[in-house]
């Protein structure tokens, strides 16, 4: 699996693995929860929707981040690091790494987008409580 | 608790979300007959119909013989990232993208005028045009603004 995000190496779980920095923008209650632990789950997926399927999604690029943050009345965005072998895994789940699709907007979306099935919410939450995913803040340069 | 308000950056500024970020335009600022275009897109698929485009001395002007902003809330539709679900994901009304790259822009409906972004003297011809609206039996909203 190429990782498109991959921006250095670190030691997770042992073992020396690539990470790959994703970001997410949502609002700031749902930030704030994502952040303080709230794992993730159907019921949150279905009250912050928007728009497309129900999942959780995640950009290579800030800047895409920032368009659905800015959606919210009030926005933020979180980043993850996610170690080579959960990104596998998740991959290997059935995560779609690909073009963030385009739908009304009239350009292209920067960077591609891992976009997290309903069904892999748990081995999602297993890998942040395993920290092979760490969640931070994100505060633009 | 591990992180509160103070840990993150928080985005509320729609404006300068919008100006910082070419993804919204896709790489040149847009000029004005991209803005109206966009506008004027949004009113056809939304169905506020008749709209008509036209540009007067500096100025776009699209008018719409439907008020699209006279439902509740839509007020915010200058200054807010709106998403519009029912028609398409990943879908944002236009009207904030002239508020972020206008040097002037008004509109007016009920025969009032409101200045969005406060800019120069308006020409006469576009006075004309909203004195002319102001009189009649005019039921829709106008929308003008300058780029250049």
């Not at chain 1, 009250?47 to 368009?67: H, M, Q, S, V």
């Not at chain 1, 009345?73 to 991959?91: C, H, K, P, V």
């Not at chain 2, 028609?87 to 200045?115: D, I, N």
């Not at chain 2, 308006?122 to 909203?130: F, G, R, S, V």
């Amino acid at each position: 699996v190429a990782i498109v995000a991959a921006t250095s190496t670190s030691t997770a779980g042992g073992e020396t693995n690539p990470d790959a920095v994703f970001y997410h923008g949502t609002s700031v209650s749902s930030g704030l929860r994502l952040l303080n632990g709230a794992p993730l789950s159907l019921e949150a997926a279905a009250a912050n929707k928007i728009d497309g399927p129900l999942g959780f999604y995640l950009a290579t690029d800030p800047a895409a981040a920032e368009f659905f943050a800015g959606r919210r009345e009030t926005g933020m965005i979180l980043q993850y690091d996610i170690s080579g072998r959960a990104l596998n895994g998740l991959i290997a789940g059935g995560a779609a790494l690909g073009p963030i699709p385009q739908g009304r907007f009239p350009f292209p979306f920067p960077g591609t987008q891992l976009a997290i099935l309903p069904s892999q919410f748990v081995q999602f939450n297993s890998l942040v409580v395993r920290r092979s995913i760490t969640i931070l803040p994100y505060r633009r340069k | 608790v591990k992180y509160t308000l103070k840990d993150i950056e928080i985005l509320d500024d729609a404006i300068a979300i919008i100006r910082r970020n070419p993804i919204f335009y896709g790489g040149e600022p847009p000029r004005g007959a991209r803005l109206a275009a966009a506008l004027a897109r949004d009113l056809i698929e939304y169905g506020d119909l008749p709209v008509s485009v036209d540009f007067l001395e500096g100025w776009w002007i699209v008018a719409c013989e439907k008020d699209w902003l006279s439902g509740e809330g839509r007020s915010v539709y200058w200054s807010r990232i709106i998403p519009t679900p029912e028609v398409a994901r990943e879908s944002m009304r236009s009207e904030v993208l002239l508020t972020a790259f206008s040097k002037g822009l008004l509109t007016m409906a009920e025969r009032k005028v409101q200045w969005i972004v406060k800019g120069p003297e308006i020409p006469k011809a576009l006075e004309n045009l909203i004195k002319l609206k102001s009189h009649g039996d005019f039921q829709g909203r106008i929308a003008a603004f300058t780029v250049d």
